[in-house]
């Protein structure tokens, strides 16, 4: 199935341009809306590019959805911290939503997704009460309905991603999505390397676990004797990290009924 490109622009502020790089199905049946999903990049808040996501959109657009790639404010670029981050993701998803009608998109099918940094920009959305852009409309809701993961930062306090803890100080435990695990989160899937020397494998363990003590859904998908970043490599390899992750992701998606048949 062939593709449609565009961008739009989902936020302005400060003069910035903020946008959505999607990608949907050149051949669309106009009277059923279109599943979504919204990637946010990694690079610890501080730098990184939409076009890591872009390969894991074209592949999700081919079979049946609005796949996004987000731009959000970063430290490097913009002056800004984790707390725009933040708010530039959930900004993100409302606007989807708001927009739903003219993208063509079920607002009841959004999930989000990221890697790294961007996936907690993506848990952030899901579980993050507050940090909410001024002006925007609370009744438009900013949270995802599913979450696909990439070797997430859940944990920004001393027990997870150093760094985090770090740069965010006394506000690491409100930007924790691990610390704000409640009844009725999105269901999830996390695909996180065992040997990940950024982002430990037991804080995937332990954000997993939680998320089932409290009635979710969560599944954690571990590969063996991969570090950070992993699931990038292996893009035009027959069975690679890439493929092998983009396969996970595409059957959690058919389990929520956001895809249907299983891939040729």
Not at 4 to 19: A, H, I, W
Not at 132 to 141: F, H, L, N, Q, R
């Amino acid at each position: 199935m062939s593709v449609v490109e565009d961008s739009l622009v989902y936020k302005t502020v400060e003069g910035v341009d903020l946008r959505l790089y999607t990608f949907r199905p050149a051949e669309e049946d106009p009277a059923e809306l279109l599943p979504g999903i919204v990637f946010f990049h990694g690079g610890g808040w501080v730098g990184g590019d939409p076009q890591q996501f872009f390969q894991q959109s074209r592949y999700l657009a081919e079979r049946g959805m609005l796949a996004c790639s987000a731009r959000y404010r970063l430290i490097d670029v913009h002056g800004t911290s984790p707390l725009e981050c933040v708010k530039d993701g959930k900004s993100a998803i409302r606007w989807m939503r708001a927009h739903a009608e003219t993208l063509g998109l079920d607002p009841e099918r959004l999930a989000a997704g990221g890697g790294s940094a961007g996936g907690h920009v993506a848990a952030s959305a899901a579980m993050l009460p507050g940090f909410d852009e001024d002006g925007e409309d609370p009744a438009v809701s900013s949270r995802p309905n599913a979450l696909v993961l990439f070797n997430p930062v859940l944990d920004t306090t001393n027990t997870g991603w150093q760094n985090g803890a770090k740069m965010l100080g006394k506000r690491a435990r409100d930007l924790s999505p691990m610390h704000h695990i409640a009844h009725q989160m999105p269901p999830c899937l996390l695909l996180h390397g065992k040997d990940d020397a950024a982002v430990p494998f037991e804080n995937a363990e332990r954000f997993c676990r939680r998320m089932t003590d409290a009635g979710n859904r969560c599944e954690l998908i571990g590969y063996d004797g991969e570090g950070h970043g992993f699931f990038n490599r292996g893009r035009d390899e027959g069975n690679g990290p890439f493929l092998q992750t983009v396969r996970e992701a595409d059957a959690f998606l058919r389990s929520l009924g956001y895809l249907h048949d299983a891939p040729s």
